[in-house]
């Protein structure tokens, strides 16, 4: 095929973190661009053909049928011509039909290089890739952008083995020098990193790591090899990023690429970019194997105070990695516990240290664990309402105890669902991309760390860990007035209050004084006493709307029963208020506050 056909130019964008079409828009409101018409999500599906012996790709030609909701194109493309993330290449695009016989197409000149370059062998489909495109026209003086925002799924033999996401803008006529402008925009957001080659070569690395036998031939052009030393260079800094979080951690398969390791310009961005929403994928992009971590942190007095935070997210994050092949596979409700409770120290851990850190790059990084941390929290609530549901029916009579099932399968079917959307949501591209820029993170020194604002500004932790051990401490002590006569609702803030000050102290604890254990110890009773009471809380008001729900499927004796197992729940929540003040007094009290003291004077 020669050069002289169609020339493509066009900005190639590999998306290595969540991104919005929103913020890809207003980067390009910076450069000059609006957006003529509306945003708009098209499916598109590519299947890429070749003989079966690869003579297209021996040929530096790619050839594929796209089926769009208008009908059926091919398009055949050359090598191309890369600077930056410019891409030129020469694009031949005709009508075709489904089939893979080029006679049956009607005549154009990309059928005919496809027909020359098959010399006469059958064509196969070698690998598909399923894509969802977020798509805008933009325009400017002198010239039009076709922007796409790409999450694409590679299918081979009738499976998904990868998923990836690109950001495409391609120069529909006019002036090129818009484009320069536009990349120079673009390349201010982290999420966004020159692309290591074509979709199709991205996806023929995705067959040949599935063990699926690909023709000959590819990889075998200069552009391929190229193409594969970059990606082996970024598959091994991937590698070193799961090694140095697990210490010594096992890298299994179809990882997805590094997130760009930039320790630069977030700016004061303050909020950051905004979570992308995506289709689940099947199977999961990302498998990680890890050893159990340490038993602490390893925090220390002279730590820098950011480096302290990488520490303790780094420690919580290897955690949760460790626990989520359980949780996937969801036979110990604990392996979902434990992710949980990781997820939960990372939150609480940027509320300790997020202001170290750039706002922008603390935003990136705190976006998709919130939503984790929800999915893992809706199952891991009800498996706590069904494990005590059960405790409650095995201590009735044997003649008592059917009266209960009904209301312990209505949870046990509402947990299922649960479970489903919690997967889906670990097998997204979204949650690879982020483990993937949070591994990144979590292992790279001063990545993201605001500067010493002075010479003398308190940067370690013995200089500003107490202050923030102390404010934590305060803020639970505020209750003291209101304790007396708080609703429920006021006692569960407590509750979560009490938590952030035992983590708190816990992120520390290697640097603080052995009586950081006397204050961990009672914080922790107080806790639990109040998440008792929540939970006997929210047991009562589920008993209750099921009973009003269900009035009409329940028979007598299933109504009475579950009723039996609402009063009990009522009783219990009497109890648990009328005995909160031992484990309060225990925390607001002098004894406490000397042993916090002592603990921080350590430092």
């Known amino acids: 095929m020669s050069a002289d056909g169609p020339l493509e130019v066009e900005l190639k964008y590999r998306v290595s973190g969540p991104l919005e079409m929103e913020t890809v828009l207003a980067y390009a409101a910076e450069a000059g661009f609006h957006a003529e018409g509306e945003v708009a999500e098209v499916r598109v599906r590519d299947r890429y053909i070749d003989t079966a012996d690869g003579r297209l790709a021996a040929a530096a030609v790619a050839a594929r049928l796209r089926h769009r909701v208008d009908g059926i194109v091919v398009t055949v493309k050359t090598p191309g011509a890369r600077h930056g993330a410019l891409v030129r290449r020469v694009e031949l695009e005709s009508p075709a ?23 006469g062998a059958d064509l196969v489909e070698i690998v598909t890739l399923d894509q969802v495109r977020t798509a805008v026209d933009l325009v400017t003086d002198g010239a039009q952008v076709s922007l796409t925002l790409d999450d694409v799924t590679v299918v081979a033999q009738g499976r998904a083995i990868d998923r990836f996401a690109e950001l495409e803008a391609e120069l529909a006529s006019g002036d090129e020098s818009g484009l320069h402008r536009l990349a120079e925009r673009l390349e201010q957001e982290p999420a966004l990193a020159h ?88 199977p999961s992009v990302v498998s990680i194997a890890v050893r159990p971590p340490g038993k602490t942190p390893g925090v220390t007095g002279e730590d820098a105070f950011a480096e302290a935070g990488r520490k303790v997210l780094r420690f919580h994050f290897a955690r949760m990695l460790a626990h989520e092949e359980g949780t996937r596979d969801g036979s110990d409700p604990e392996e979902l516990h434990s992710m949980r409770v990781a997820t939960r120290r990372m939150r609480a851990a940027w509320r300790v240290f997020g202001s ?7 935003q990136r990084m705190k976006g998709h664990l919130r939503e984790v941390a929800g999915r893992l929290g809706t199952v891991r609530d009800l498996d706590v309402l069904i494990d005590g549901l059960r405790a409650y029916q095995s201590s009735l009579a044997a003649s008592e105890r059917a009266g209960i099932e009904p209301l312990i399968a209505a949870w046990e079917a509402e947990r299922e669902d649960a479970r489903i959307l919690l997967v889906r949501d670990l097998d997204s591209a979204a949650y690879h991309q982020w483990v ?77 004084g052995p009586d950081a254990a006397i204050a961990i110890a009672r914080t922790v009773a107080l806790q639990d006493h109040l998440g008792a009471l929540h939970d006997a809380e929210v047991a009562a008001m589920r008993a209750r709307t099921f009973l009003v729900e269900s009035s009409g499927r329940l028979d007598e004796a299933e109504t009475a029963a579950i009723g039996r197992y609402l009063t009990s729940r009522e009783k219990e929540m009497a109890r648990l208020r009328r005995t909160v003040g031992r484990p309060w007094r225990a925390v607001v009290g002098p004894s406490f506050r000397r042993a916090l003291a002592r603990s921080i004077a350590a430092l």
């Open 436 to 512: 993937t820029a949070y591994s990144h993170f979590v292992v790279t020194e001063g990545l993201g760390a605001l500067p010493q604002p002075t010479p003398n500004a308190p940067i370690r932790v013995r200089e500003m860990a107490g202050s923030r051990i102390w404010t934590a401490y305060e803020d639970v002590r505020a209750y003291e007035a209101t304790l007396r006569w708080a609703d429920l609702a006021t006692l569960h803030q407590l509750r979560i209050t009490a938590k952030r000050l035992r983590y708190a102290v816990e992120f520390f604890r290697e640097a603080l």
């Open 97 to 119: 039909t489904e089939s893979l016989v080029p006679a049956d197409w009607p005549p154009s000149p990309a059928r005919d290089v496809i027909a020359s370059h098959a010399d």
């Open 356 to 362: 170290a850190y750039r706002p922008g790059r603390a």
């Open 195 to 282: 692309d290591a080659g074509t979709k199709l070569e991205r996806a023929m690395r995705a067959v040949a790591d599935a063990g699926i036998a690909t023709p000959p031939a590819f990889g075998e052009s200069a552009e391929d090899r190229a193409a594969a030393l970059e990606t082996a260079a970024l598959e091994r800094d991937a590698e070193a990023v799961v090694a140095a979080l697990v210490g010594g951690a096992e890298r299994l398969v179809d990882a997805p690429p590094q997130a760009p390791a930039d320790g630069s310009s977030d700016g004061s961005d303050g909020a950051g970019a905004p979570e992308r929403q995506v289709e689940p994928a099947a």
